[in-house]
């Protein structure tokens, strides 16, 4: 596997690819020849099968306590680029970026690098489980990215910020009334 330069591209609304299961177990397998002790997990949209959205591969790179450097090298070797950008991540919560094809279709790779356990990771993986399992909420996300391209929001940082609103409306969705 060969991680390209990321190319930042205008948001669009693309159909669910399932080939992207494909992708995660290509860059899963790079990273634990490297380092073992490093988890990788498929989230976002392209982790729920059926849900169309930017087609951006989002995985959380997961590292033990101590290893945060670490799974920061192991995604530098691998090829990944630091965030650029108006607002990227922080170092101590990174993100890496990258590009790779795969029968003739290059994929954008989003690698959040997370602490193991940490609280954003089990809100992702909730949202995420959430989505498979709920196709109502699903056609309502879909339908929310839908909107926020037709209004012409098309750079990634603010799409991002434009649908921040409902994934943080999902978890109220959770509780029981009172």
Request: proline residues 7%.
């Amino acid at each position: 596997m060969r991680v390209l330069p990321y190319v930042s591209s205008p948001a669009e609304f693309r159909p669910y690819d399932p080939a992207v299961e494909e992708i995660v177990q290509m860059v899963a397998d790079n990273i634990h020849k490297i380092e073992r002790r490093l988890q990788v997990e498929h989230i976002g949209s392209t982790s729920v099968p059926g849900c169309s959205g930017k087609g951006i591969v989002d995985l959380a790179i997961l590292y033990p306590d101590g290893f945060l450097a670490t799974a920061r090298e192991v995604l530098d070797e691998l090829g990944f680029q630091k965030q650029d950008g108006p607002d990227p991540f922080p170092e101590n919560r990174p993100m890496r970026v990258g590009c790779v094809e795969h029968n003739g279709s290059r994929y954008g790779i989003h690698a959040h690098i997370l602490a193991l356990d940490c609280q954003e990771y089990h809100e992702l993986v909730w949202f995420r489980d959430r989505l498979r399992c709920d196709p109502s909420l699903r056609e309502r996300y879909e339908g929310r990215k839908q909107a926020i391209i037709a209004a012409g929001i098309d750079e990634s940082l603010e799409y991002c910020n434009a649908k921040r609103g409902f994934i943080a409306d999902a978890p109220k969705a959770r509780q029981p009334a009172v």
